[in-house]
T-cell receptor
Framework: DQQVKQNSPSLSVQEGRISILNCDYTNSMFDYFLWYKKYPAEGPTFLISISSIKDKNEDGRFTVFLNKSAKHLSLHIVPSQPGDSAVYFC??????????????FGQGTILTVHP | EAQVTQNPRYLITVTGKKLTVTCSQNMNHEYMSWYRQDPGLGLRQIYYSMNVEVTDKGDVPEGYKVSRKEKRNFPLILESPSPNQTSLYFC????????????FGQGTRLTVV
């Protein structure tokens, strides 16, 4: 039972354009969402997060949008740069219920930004 | 430098031979966890620990054990490894629990033959 899903295994974007990575979740107890970036042969690194009480969080070129009614979040990268090419994971956590203490990840999306 | 250190980075072992993957963090974090990464499945949580002597199962705990005797160390133990435990393993730590930035180790590539 995949509670966090990233339905696009890969995304290819031209440098300077917008990259939009999507994530859907099924567990209504999730109340905190995070995005991680992973380069080959390295561990994931934290990128940006959002609490369920917000619908948008921005950090430089990265913006995360949360639509609670649709159980959907997205990560926007503007403008995209070749160095952004990596695997992006979304993750979710809950402060209560059976998911408390756990961090649930999606399958990941491979982003390729072409010069 | 703040870091999470895993050892070994690469390991090939045989079925049934007990092994331990070590994880150490130097940030005095309370929360530590182990994940495995498999193609098409993303990162799945194996075990986590909210503090010393407090551990709990994640989503895929079968075949694994952990201990948290000290704050900085969180070893992952495979008592009797099997080929389906061939995977890429990551240890992570974070301050004040889940809703903060987690720092990941470099990963351990384990092959069980």
């Amino acid at each position: 039972d995949q509670q966090v899903k990233q339905n696009s295994p890969s995304l290819s974007v031209q440098e300077g354009r917008i990259s939009i990575l999507n994530c859907d979740y099924t567990n209504s107890m999730f109340d905190y969402f995070l995005w991680y970036k992973k380069y080959p042969a390295e561990g994931p690194t934290f990128l940006i997060s959002i609490s369920s009480i917000k619908d948008k969080n921005e950090d430089g070129r990265f913006t995360v949008f949360l639509n609670k009614s649709a159980k959907h979040l997205s990560l926007h990268i503007v403008p995209s740069q070749p160095g952004d090419s990596a695997v992006y994971f979304c993750a979710a956590s809950a402060v209560a219920g059976t998911s408390y203490g756990k961090l649930t990840f999606g399958q990941g999306t491979i982003l390729t930004v072409h010069p | 430098e703040a870091q999470v250190t895993q050892n070994p980075r690469y390991l090939i072992t045989v079925t049934g031979k007990k092994l331990t993957v070590t994880c150490s963090q130097n940030m005095n974090h309370e929360y530590m966890s182990w994940y495995r990464q498999d193609p098409g499945l993303g990162l799945r949580q194996i075990y986590y620990s909210m503090n010393v002597e407090v551990t709990d199962k994640g989503d895929v705990p079968e075949g694994y054990k952990v201990s948290r005797k000290e704050k900085r160390n969180f070893p992952l133990i495979l008592e009797s490894p099997s080929p389906n435990q061939t995977s890429l393993y990551f240890c992570a730590s974070s301050d004040r629990g889940l809703n903060t930035e987690a720092f990941f180790g470099q990963g351990t590539r384990l092959t069980v033959v």
